[in-house]
């Protein structure tokens, strides 16, 4: 893959590259993401473009763009993959976008825990996602967390038979729309800018998010409810517009890459993972509340969605197929991790 031929750039050609720009005008990359402020995100993209500016010794500059400042997802998505933003950090879900296919890396109750899905990521899933998402114009250069998505609403809704006919917010993607109609929900796909609006216009009345967006975004004000499905443990992606690596020198190629896997996924995890039971404790000292489900009570949301694993996989589509026995490899490796 393109990203691992750049991070075997030595150090010494890395340091020399940064000498010969130095008299250079820095060069000027865009970063988008829909980060809200005073998050773990906010604080890693902080930190990238701190150790970008220390790597290459002012010759490269990340903007950082943060709060969907660019745009919302969907938007920015599919404006880095035609070249017009450089680089950013994106759910899973707006990676979907331009590859289907990989909304199956978050399907639904399908990994046993996070140990078991960070090892698929790590060490059996990496190239052929970015196989996928090259073909659509983003070089994927790690990955980064989102955290666990639980069902989230206006009042309690402890068993799927509660969320039929709600009016609910999906995420925009195939398999999210399978899984809301599973349940016997009224689905409208709405992107993570638009989720208070339409919570407060009435246009749906639940949907499923991370603790790591939910408290952050003002979520948890209009819906105080938390059910703890985590029924997605949610990755994400960072990436690189294709069309603007490919005019990058390969010298700084090689730093994007190394500055990146400065940060490792370990280290990114730990981060977000850690704020969750902080917010946790946030969201109940503000009014909301959180509704812990019994192990009868998750396991009675898993066999109601588990039935259409096989349709979600032919919703998405493409090398749906390809990818999906790819992750019950992973899955059946990483299976000591569980």
Not at 11 to 34: D, F, V
Not at 44 to 69: C, E, H, L, W
Not at 156 to 163: F, I, K, N, T, Y
């Amino acid at each position: 893959m393109r990203q691992v031929l750049a991070v075997a750039l030595g150090a010494a050609c890395i340091l020399g590259s940064a000498m010969a720009m130095a008299q250079q005008k820095p060069l000027e990359l865009r970063y988008t993401s829909g980060a809200p402020p005073k998050t773990p995100w906010e604080t890693q993209i902080n930190r990238f473009v701190a150790d970008m500016d220390k790597a290459s010794k002012g010759t490269v500059k990340i903007v950082p763009y943060i709060n969907a400042q660019l745009g919302n997802e969907q938007d920015t998505m599919q404006q880095l993959a035609r070249g017009r933003i450089d680089i950013g950090g994106f759910s899973m879900t707006a990676a979907a976008l331009l590859s289907p296919e990989l909304s199956l890396l978050n399907l639904p109750f399908y990994w046993d825990t996070q140990a078991q899905l960070d090892c698929a990521l790590d060490n059996h899933l990496f190239d052929i996602s970015a196989g996928l998402l090259e073909k659509r114009g983003a070089i994927l250069t790690g990955w980064n967390e989102i955290g666990s998505v639980d069902v989230v609403g206006k009042k309690p809704l402890m068993s799927p038979a509660d969320v039929k006919g709600m009016k609910v917010r999906m995420a925009p993607t195939k398999i999210a729309k399978v899984f809301w109609t599973a349940l016997g929900a009224n689905p409208t796909p709405l992107g993570i800018t638009e989720i208070n609006s339409g919570l407060q216009t009435g246009l749906v009345d639940a949907a499923d998010l991370p603790i790591t967006f939910y408290f952050p975004a003002g979520v948890g004000k209009l819906a105080p409810h938390i059910m703890m499905t985590q029924h997605v443990l949610a990755a994400g992606v960072n990436v690189v517009s294709k069309s603007v690596w490919n005019k990058l020198d390969p010298q700084v190629q090689g730093l994007i890459s190394q500055v990146s896997m400065a940060s490792p996924p370990t280290m990114l995890r730990q981060e977000v993972r850690g704020m969750e039971n902080f917010l946790r404790k946030k969201h109940v000292e503000m009014g909301g509340t959180i509704h812990e489900l019994s192990k009868d009570q998750r396991d009675a949301w898993r066999r109601a969605i588990e039935p259409s694993w096989p349709e979600m996989v032919k919703a998405v589509g493409g090398e749906g197929p390809k990818l999906w026995k790819a992750i019950q490899d992973a899955k059946k490796a990483c299976s000591k991790a569980a």
